[in-house]
């Protein structure tokens, strides 16, 4: 196996969490369920051990370091995307609660 061969599932995964982080700028959450499940197909080759042994025996370990904290600084971009996401759903949830109640109230 050559070493860009070696190197093309990291590449791979920091393609896909890329893919993320793009779904989720542009708040396509559908598209991103779909591109969830293909990262998490790739991402397996960072616990597969004969994986990382043959990356060690092709001294490639600090060129597969370089993708891997790029890979961890994209899926930070991605966890602060989602939790905007997710902070701004529970804020519409609180309002819509509350609007429920000052009906409600008034209703009466």
Do not use: C
Request: glycine share 0%.
């Amino acid at each position: 196996m050559s070493n860009n061969e070696l190197l093309k599932p990291l590449y791979e995964i920091l393609d896909r969490v890329n893919e993320l982080v793009q779904l989720a700028q542009a708040e396509d959450w559908e598209a991103m369920n779909t591109a969830a499940d293909k990262y998490q197909q790739h991402v397996t080759f960072l616990d597969d051990d004969v994986y990382l042994q043959a990356l060690q025996d092709a001294h490639l370990v600090e060129e597969a370091k370089a993708i891997i904290v790029q890979i961890q600084s994209l899926n930070d971009d991605l966890d602060t995307h989602t939790s905007l996401q997710r902070d701004r759903i529970a804020s519409e949830l609180r309002q819509m609660n509350q609007s429920d109640k000052a009906l409600e109230a008034y209703g009466r």
